[in-house]
Nanobody, 123 residues
Framework: HVQLVESGGGSVQAGGSLRLSCTASKFTYTRYCMAWSRQAPGKEREGVAVMDSDGRTYYDDSVSGRFTISQDSAKNTVYLQMNKLKPEDTAMYFC??????????????????WGQGTQVTVS
């Protein structure tokens, strides 16, 4: 069974930075498309960043230029570096995986493996 464990969330002031980590186990995550999604209270889950199995990246317009998805295959970990954080970035952030790249890539509904989430609060 695939396991994804997120960490790195917290509270930060607007303009600050956080780095989220997603450690994958029980599958070769580099063969998967890895995504970061977020869900704010009362809102639908939305994809913010994706890295496909070839290393190509995709970003939602709301985070493009501020967030960066990356990976460390030696640690089996995917990261989301978040800079210039805004209050509207406040949400629960989830790591997700899919064996194939969804179309559209950022569509959270097409990812079938999920972590438990980590809270990010920007004030």
């Amino acid at each position: 069974h695939v396991q994804l464990v997120e960490s790195g969330g917290g509270s930060v002031q607007a303009g600050g930075s956080l780095r989220l980590s997603c450690t994958a186990s029980k599958f070769t995550y580099t063969r998967y498309c890895m995504a970061w999604s977020r869900q704010a209270p009362g809102k639908e889950r939305e994809g913010v960043a994706v890295m496909d199995s070839d290393g190509r990246t995709y970003y939602d317009d709301s985070v493009s230029g501020r967030f960066t998805i990356s990976q460390d295959s030696a640690k089996n970990t995917v990261y989301l570096q978040m800079n210039k954080l805004k209050p509207e970035d406040t949400a629960m952030y989830f790591c997700a995986a899919s064996a194939v790249l969804p179309n559209p890539a950022l569509a959270a509904r097409y990812y079938n493996e999920w972590g438990q989430g980590t809270q990010v609060t920007v004030s």
